[in-house]
């Protein structure tokens, strides 16, 4: 099957990075977008939806300001989204000014979104690629211009694998990114899970994304902790996204149709 991102740019179908512009408040998003996203809030509430991308936005902050201080200074975002209020540079350049971070997503709009907003950064690029294949961004000359995998990396797959189906084997991704991190490294992963919300909730979700350029599936929580294999999950374990250490900073609101954690690859 090919990956050729540029194949996803197409404004008849649902755009998950889009969509999830509109259900974080954000204008780039479009009518095919706004009518896919008008299910969810039918199924789930509007509320819920809000409260769960935040939920997640807000894990996602913290997991990286965690990282920041415990001393990454290099950061590869797979599935970045658009851009928003606290994105992963902003957190990690507070921490340590001169931190490097790519991001990667294989929506194109959220090259075209981004670049204005980096246009400063000279420690910070967006690389269009599809993480399921993990070579093809490993091996990218713009990575290796900014990531030295000789050193401890912080790799983020925040609501990103439910864009991965099984025939895709969402583990198998995994593995090829964790064969190249030393040491040190870590990965911070959320994702959805049916250990939470009710079947018809889950099947209208997955319902409202068939169309869209990625279907999306719900896991069960033991699937999720299958995903760390390899790696060592540091306390409070795989958890809901907001109780995921408050300390690192804003936690926001609570729901139970994720799970998180942050996981370190030991020597
Ligand atoms: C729900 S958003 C999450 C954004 C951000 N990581 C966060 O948690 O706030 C998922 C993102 O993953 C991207 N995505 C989905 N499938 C992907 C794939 N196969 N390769 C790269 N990016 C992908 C989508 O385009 C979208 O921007």
Known sequence: MSHDPSSTFDLNKPSPARMYDYFLGGKDNYAVDREAAAKVDAAVGKVMTHDIVWENRLFLQRATRFLAESGI???????????????????????????????????????????????????TTIITADVRDPAGILENPQLGELIDFSRPVGLLSVALFHFISDHEDPAGILRAFHERLCPGSYLVLSHLTTDGPSAEKIGQVTD???????????????????????????DPGLVRPWSWRPAYGESGPQTEYLYAAVARVNA
């Not at 290099?74 to 990690?92: M, Y």
């Not at 350029?213 to 699937?223: G, L, M, N, Q, Y």
């Open 73 to 123: 200074d290099q950061f590869l975002d797979l599935g970045t989204g658009l851009p928003t209020r606290g994105n992963v540079h902003e957190i990690a350049q507070e921490v340590t000014p001169d931190a490097h971070v790519v991001y990667v997503d294989n929506d194109p709009i959220v090259l075209t979104h981004g670049r204005a907003l980096l246009a400063k950064n000279a420690t």
């Open 208 to 234: 409202a994304y068939k169309n869209a350029t990625s279907p999306i599936v719900f896991r069960p929580r033991a699937e999720i902790e299958s995903f760390f294999d390899g790696f060592d999950v540091q």
